[in-house]
C-alpha cells in the first residue's frame, strides 16, 4: 500500500502513535487509507448536503475494508459572487482547490480518493487534483437542485437574474420560489454541465451526474462509490487509466449533445492538460460539427435536468449517441463504456423519448458550442449556439464600448443600448479582470430589456451556464494584454457570423495599426492573489491555466 511510507516499520511508531490519537485501532492502520475530498460548505447551495453525503461515501469505505479520511476544500458560490468584484475570485479558486488536494494527499500519502464537488469551479478543480495525482479516484457529484415552482411554471435561478427588473410582486415570488433547496442550480448551468461530463469521462458511477441532491438514489451511490473505490485501489486502476484521449473525447461529445455552459471550453482543456493531454479549440469545434444537440435543457430549452435524470441522465444519451463514442474506453465500474450502456434500459421510456431526440431527428443538427475565430479573435471566442435564436445567427452591428462590467452594467440598464447594436464589454479577462469574472448580471439584464432578440454581446471575460442569446465570451488575446477587442471604439462595426465560425472588426487594418500603436496597457490594481494569478495565468484559449 502507498500509506505504507507513513505507518509500517518501528521507524514509524511516532506516525502511529499520531493514528491512532484520532481514535484508529492497529487493524484499521493496516487498511488502505481512503481520502475523502469534500468541499461542503455552508455559503453554497450546491454544498450545503455533501456532510451527508461524505457519511455515506464513508460508510461505504469501512464496509469495503478501507479507513476513509475526510478533509475539506474551499468553494464559491458564483451566484452569489456574481455581478461585483467577488467573482473575480471564482475561477481563481479553481487551481487552490487542485493545490489544496495535492498537498493533502501527497503529505499524507493516500491509497485512494473519493472526491465530492459540486458547483462551477469546484468540480474541474477536484478533477485536475485527479490527474495530477493519479491515483485510484471515484467523484460523487453533489447533484442537482430541483426546479422551483410559482406563477405556474418551472423556474431556476435564471429567471430571477433574468427577472429583477420587472419589480413587483413577480418579483417577490420569484425570490421565494425559484431555488428550493439543495443542490446545484436545476438547468443545465456550468454546476451541472461538468457533473454531467464527470460521468461520461467514467469518473463517476453511472447515473451520479443527475442524480438529485435530495434523492435516496444520491446516498446510494455515494455508499456504492465509497465501496468501489477499495476494488480500484486493489486492482490499482488510477485516475489516469481512465481519463484518456478518447474520454475527454466521449466527454466533449455529450457536452455538445445536451448543450452544456460555454465554461466547458474553459474547464476541460485545464483538466486534460493535468491528464497530459494536449486539447486544443479545434478540437470542441470540430466534435461540435460532428455531434447532434439532442437534448433541449435550460437555460437554451424547456427542460431541466430533473426531466433528463426522469429521461434515463447521461448513460440514455450516451446510448443515444452509440458508435460516436469510444466504447472501450474505461471507467470506475471497472468496466468499459460498452460494457455499462449494454446494461442499459430506460425505467421511464415515453419521457426518454420526448426528452431525448434521436441522431435522425436531433434539436439542432450541430453541437451546443462554436468556436469563432477572425480579425476580433485571433485565437478564438466561444458561443453556446443551440441558445441563440436563428435571427441573431448571423449580426452585423455598431460597438458599444464598456471598459468594465459594473459600466456595462450601468449603461444597459440605463438606456443606452438600443436594437441592434453590438455590446463590448472588455478588460474582464483572465489578466484584466482579474479573474475572468462571468457577466451574467448584463446578458440577464439584456434579456430582461427584452433585447436578447436584437442586441449582441461580446465579452474578453465569460457568461454563466445560465447565459442564453448572442453572447460570445473568452474572445482571445483579451484586451488587457492588447488584444484587438482593447481598439474597438464606439461605433466600429462588428460582425458575427456563427454558422460560419466568424468574429471580425470591420475596421481597416492600417487604422487598427495606428489605434496599436497608440494604445497603452491599464495599471492593475490588484493585490493579494490576485495579483498573483494575474501574472501567471495563461490566456482563455488556453484553459485560463496557472504557467
Known amino acids: 500500500m502507498r500509506s505504507d511510507i507513513t505507518k509500517v516499520g518501528a521507524a514509524r511508531a511516532p506516525h502511529r502513535a499520531l493514528l491512532k490519537a484520532t481514535g484508529l485501532c492497529d487493524e484499521e492502520i493496516s487498511r488502505p487509507f481512503i481520502g475523502i475530498v469534500n468541499s461542503f460548505n455552508e455559503f453554497i447551495p450546491g454544498h450545503i448536503h455533501l456532510d451527508r453525503i461524505a457519511q455515506a461515501v464513508k460508510a461505504g469505505v469501512r464496509a469495503a475494508g478501507g479507513v476513509p479520511f475526510e478533509f475539506q476544500t474551499i468553494g464559491v458560490c458564483d451566484g452569489i459572487a456574481m ?46 487534483a485527479a490527474g495530477r495525482l493519479d491515483l485510484p479516484t471515484i467523484v460523487v457529484t453533489g447533484g442537482p437542485m430541483l426546479p422551483g ?66 434523492d435516496a438514489k444520491k446516498i446510494r451511490l455515494a455508499k456504492q462509490s465509497g465501496m468501489k473505490i477499495m476494488e480500484l485501489v486493489e486492482k490499482g486502476i488510477t485516475a489516469r487509466k481512465i481519463v484518456t484521449t478518447e474520454a475527454i473525447d466521449n466527454a466533449i461529445c455529450v457536452d455538445m449533445a445536451i448543450g452544456g455552459s460555454t465554461n466547458t471550453v474553459l474547464h476541460i482543456p485545464a483538466v486534460a492538460s493535468e491528464f497530459g493531454i494536449d486539447l486544443d479549440l479545434e478540437r470542441f469545434d470540430r466534435l461540435s460539427r460532428e455531434t447532434p444537440h439532442l437534448v433541449n435543457l435550460r437555460p437554451g430549452g424547456p427542460y431541466h435536468i430533473l426531466d433528463l435524470d426522469r429521461a434515463g441522465g447521461i448513460p440514455a444519451v450516451m446510448v443515444r449517441l452509440g458508435d460516436r463514442l469510444n466504447m472501450e474506453a474505461l471507467t470506475v465500474t471497472g468496466k468499459t463504456l460498452g460494457d455499462n450502456l449494454v446494461r442499459f434500459k430506460p425505467a421511464n421510456p415515453d419521457t426518454n423519448a420526448r426528452v431525448i431526440a434521436t441522431l435522425e431527428a436531433p434539436v439542432h443538427q450541430e453541437g451546443g458550442i462554436a468556436i469563432l475565430r477572425g480579425s476580433l479573435a485571433p485565437e478564438g471566442a466561444v458561443v453556446k449556439q443551440t441558445a441563440v435564436s436563428k435571427a441573431m445567427l448571423r449580426h452585423t452591428g455598431p460597438a458599444v464600448i464598456y471598459d468594465s462590467e459594473e459600466e456595462s ?33 448584463p446578458t440577464s439584464a439584456i434579456a430582461g430589456a427584452g433585447l436578447s432578440e436584437s442586441v449582441a454581446l461580446i465579452t474578453d471575460g465569460r457568461f454563466s451556464g445560465g447565459t442564453r442569446g448572442p453572447c460570445i465570451g473568452h474572445v482571445s488575446p483579451e ?42 496597457a491599464p495599471l492593475s490594481e490588484a493585490k493579494g492573489v490576485l495579483a498573483r494569478y494575474r501574472k501567471s495565468v495563461t490566456s482563455a484559449s488556453r484553459g485560463s491555466v496557472l504557467r
Open 149 to 214: 415552482f410559482a406563477c405556474d411554471k418551472d423556474l431556476d435561478l435564471i429567471n430571477v437574474f433574468e427577472g429583477w427588473q420587472a419589480g413587483g410582486e413577480a418579483l417577490a415570488i420569484l425570490e421565494e420560489s425559484a431555488c428550493p433547496g439543495a443542490g446545484s442550480c436545476s438547468g443545465l448551468f456550468t454546476a451541472n454541465t461538468m457533473a454531467c461530463l464527470t460521468e461520461a469521462m467514467g469518473l463517476s458511477l453511472p447515473g451520479c451526474a443527475t442524480a438529485h441532491a435530495v
Open 409 to 441: 452594467m450601468a449603461g444597459i440598464v440605463g438606456g443606452g443600448v438600443k436594437p441592434g447594436d453590438v455590446v463590448v464589454i472588455r478588460y474582464e479577462g483572465p489578466k484584466g479582470g482579474p479573474g475572468m469574472r462571468e457577466t451574467l448580471a
Open 83 to 128: 455581478g461585483h468584484g467577488g467573482m473575480r475570485y471564482s475561477l481563481p479558486s479553481r487551481e487552490l482547490i487542485e493545490d489544496s488536494i495535492e498537498i493533502m494527499a501527497q503529505a499524507h500519502q493516500l491509497d485512494g480518493l473519493v472526491m465530492i464537488p459540486s458547483c462551477d469551479k469546484i468540480v474541474p478543480g477536484h478533477l485536475m
Open 479 to 520: 484586451a488587457a494584454v492588447g488584444g484587438p477587442i482593447a481598439l474597438v471604439e464606439p461605433g466600429d462595426m462588428i460582425s458575427i457570423d456563427i454558422p460560419s465560425r466568424k468574429l471580425d472588426l470591420l475596421v481597416d487594418p492600417a487604422e487598427l495599426e495606428r489605434r496599436r500603436k497608440a494604445w497603452k
